[in-house]
């Protein structure tokens, strides 16, 4: 990730847009969670869904059955990979 600082994922309401009220503390995931698992490549593999994978809760986001929501992403303090767009945000992917 090209990022002097950190990066975010939030999930807003694709009703109110506004940030995405749920039961979870926050509406979405950055990278200074200290729990969360980053894969061997150093890549990290978030989760949006109305309940977290078993042993994933790290890198979880709840969104509400039924209710739609977009996803932004920030990244704070981008480095030079950001801005010679060498380095793209992934395309989402279902994951079972």
């Known amino acids: 990730m090209p990022t002097a600082k950190f990066w975010?994922?939030?999930?807003?309401?694709?009703?109110?847009?506004?940030?995405?009220?749920?039961?979870?503390?926050?509406?979405g995931i950055d990278s200074n969670k200290d729990c969360m698992k980053t894969n061997k490549d150093g890549s990290h593999t978030i989760y949006f869904s109305p309940t977290a994978p078993k042993g994933q809760e790290c890198n979880w986001v709840q969104t509400v059955k039924g209710k739609t929501f977009n996803?932004?992403?920030?990244?704070?303090?981008?480095?030079?990979?950001?801005f010679d767009n060498s380095w793209k945000v992934g395309n989402f992917n279902p994951v079972n």
Not at 12 to 27: E, K, P, V, W
């Open 8 to 27: 975010s994922f939030m999930a807003y309401s694709g009703q109110t847009r506004s940030m995405l009220m749920t039961d979870q503390r926050s509406s």
């Open 71 to 82: 996803i932004m992403f920030r990244n704070y303090g981008p480095t030079e990979k950001w």
